[in-house]
């Protein structure tokens, strides 16, 4: 309540003061007394509690501004001991901070033995700690460098385009003297090894690099593209192939000079003289392979894809076939396309030298049994060619599921590979009717020579590449690249003496199947481990004519199914090879 005096004051008289200014300035007055208080304590300079270490040689002093920590009254009594064991060793001196103590520490190693020394009773200090910190350092494991291996995967993929990187120039260029290109064309025409072999030709890096440049094919029609075989890639425009479309002589003329050329490769892989070749048509992609290739001991062929149609017609040739990659797939003698035991398979099939016969008779009985069944129910035998009708549809529609896809390769080896060769030749569909590539007959294509064949260079272009500011030589290969081409290349570049490069690879997708089928050699279970060291071994001598060296017809001829491996990329380093 506010006290106010009347208008008319008297001289000597004074205001009242209202309570809420009064304790206002009673607030003030005890803020300026704190304030004081604490610039006279500072001034003062009262001492602060300090703490003064001695070991040794060495003083340590700790600043603390808080009084003391009370004893703990949990503790036990031989703690209690040691702690006033220590304590009387300390003796209270000058002052500096925590930091100074530890860099102290870390740079005299000395102070740290006798500090180590000293305390050798006492739980924990900074020596302690430190060279803890120290011998965890040392026993980390370091970690381990990527280790390549020391030999390259084989790799059946047929290549469209091949890329080389290197930091350093290779020691090759695109650029051919005349020397260099007589010399590489005839070392791979003779199948000379010029780097190993004593010869009067050239064998700088140029001519060797072009010797592995090359390839054999047939047909060569060079208004056309013949590889890859896809009709999208080809012109669209008929008039380029009209010619050979409204012409039946030119056709027949085509067709039989291939077929000389074809039977002329098959001989020679018959001979070994002849390590692989592949029949490129337009709706699949076939690999012949020599025997002893790959630790296979017969004449072997892979052929993809397929279709249901083409394999019924396999089926009524007689050529036995399987399907490495289809789930649970068996012979076409053990079973339909389906997968389901008939009748008619089992009695057609019973010559088959790995049937056991027994088997074939209670095949036989079953399905006899099952007629006999249906007949004694009263069904008649209209009804039953109808039910028969129906289960063959569904055994169409199962197997088409597999149809132009690469789990739809077949495995064909032994006789039933030159029983293929006679239905290739034979084949009508092998040759498109219609399109751009109208009555043109399959590309072949051959690491050696054959009839008709004609001398193909791959096309090679040089550059400099640069990556943010790193610069790369780059080399581009396109053309038909066969399997032996990147092994045969990655040696001449290891005899440059380059220590570091990488490939990248494009591949042509349908042919990606001839390496995950890994050449078929899970259907050899009756060959040992020990007895495929011996075939690999008489492959490679059979098979010394070939056109291979010989360390590059050891690579192919490795049983080791795990070595076949598809490759898109491979480093070299460290005297390695990475690849994915």
Not at 10 to 21: A, N, R
Not at 39 to 47: E, I, L
Not at 206 to 230: K, T
Request: hydrophobic letters at 30%.
């Amino acid at each position: 309540m506010e006290i106010k005096m009347a208008n008319t004051k008297s001289p000597g008289s004074q205001e009242w003061i209202s309570p809420d200014q009064m304790m206002r300035m009673h607030r003030l007055k005890m803020k300026k007394r704190a304030l004081q208080a604490r610039m006279n304590r500072t001034s003062n300079g009262a001492p602060k509690p300090s703490l003064n270490i001695t070991i040794g040689n060495l003083e340590i002093q700790f600043n603390t501004s808080q009084s003391q920590k009370r004893k703990n009254p949990f503790l036990k009594n031989d703690t209690s001991k040691k702690l006033k064991d220590t304590n009387d060793k300390i003796t209270p001196n000058i002052d500096t901070s925590t930091d100074s103590v530890l860099f102290e520490l870390m740079k005299n190693k000395s102070t740290i033995n006798k500090v180590e020394q000293h305390n050798s009773n006492s739980n924990l200090s900074f020596t302690s700690v430190l060279s803890k910190l120290e011998i965890n350092e040392a026993t980390l494991p370091q970690p381990e460098e990527i280790k390549g291996e020391s030999y390259i995967p084989i790799d059946w993929t047929l290549n469209t385009k091949m890329r080389f990187m290197s930091p350093k120039p290779f020691a090759w260029n695109g650029k051919l003297k005349t020397s260099e290109q007589a010399s590489g064309t005839t070392g791979f025409v003779r199948c000379l090894d010029t780097g190993e072999q004593e010869t009067t030709l050239d064998t700088s890096p140029n001519a060797r690099f072009h010797q592995c440049c090359l390839v054999w094919q047939h047909p060569s029609l060079p208004w056309i593209e013949l590889y890859p075989r896809s009709a999208g890639k080809v012109s669209s425009s008929l008039a380029t192939n009209s010619a050979i479309t409204n012409s039946q002589f030119i056709k027949d003329a085509l067709f039989s000079e291939w077929t000389e050329s074809f039977r002329s490769l098959f001989h020679l892989l018959r001979a070994r003289q002849c390590p692989y070749f592949y029949v490129c048509a337009n709706t699949f992609t076939a690999l012949f392979r020599a025997a002893g290739i790959c630790g296979v001991s017969e004449v072997h062929v892979l052929l993809t894809p397929t279709t249901s149609g083409f394999r019924q017609l396999l089926k009524q040739g007689d050529i036995e076939y399987t399907m490495p990659l289809r789930p649970n797939g068996k012979r076409r003698s053990d079973v339909t396309e389906s997968g389901y035991d008939t009748l008619d398979s089992n009695i057609s099939n019973s010559h088959d030298r790995n049937e056991n016969s027994d088997d074939l008779k209670n095949d036989d009985n079953e399905d006899e049994d099952e007629e006999n069944l249906l007949e004694s129910l009263g069904i008649e035998d209209s009804e039953i060619r109808k039910i028969n009708k129906y289960q063959k549809r569904i055994v169409l529609e199962k197997e088409s599921k597999v149809d132009a896809l690469k789990q739809s390769l077949v495995f064909v080896k032994g006789v039933d590979a030159q029983a293929l060769f006679n239905f290739l030749i034979n084949c009508k569909s092998a040759v498109a009717v219609t399109g751009a590539l109208a009555g043109v007959p399959p590309t072949l294509l051959a690491p050696v020579a054959f009839h008709s064949a004609t001398l193909k260079s791959l096309k090679v272009r040089e550059s400099v590449i640069r990556i943010d500011s790193d610069k790369f030589y780059s080399l581009e290969i396109k053309g038909p690249i066969l399997p032996h081409v990147l092994p045969s290349l990655c040696s001449l570049i290891k005899s440059s003496k380059l220590e570091e490069f990488s490939i990248s690879c494009a591949q042509l997708a349908s042919t990606k199947s001839f390496t995950e089928a890994k050449h078929g050699s899970d259907l050899n279970t009756s060959d040992e481990n020990n007895e495929k060291k011996p075939q690999s071994v008489f492959g490679q001598e059979n098979l010394s004519d070939c056109g291979f060296n010989s360390e590059l017809l050891s690579h192919f001829c490795h049983p080791d199914s795990s070595r076949i491996c598809n490759v898109e990329s491979l480093t070299y380093s460290n005297n390695g090879y990475i690849w994915t």
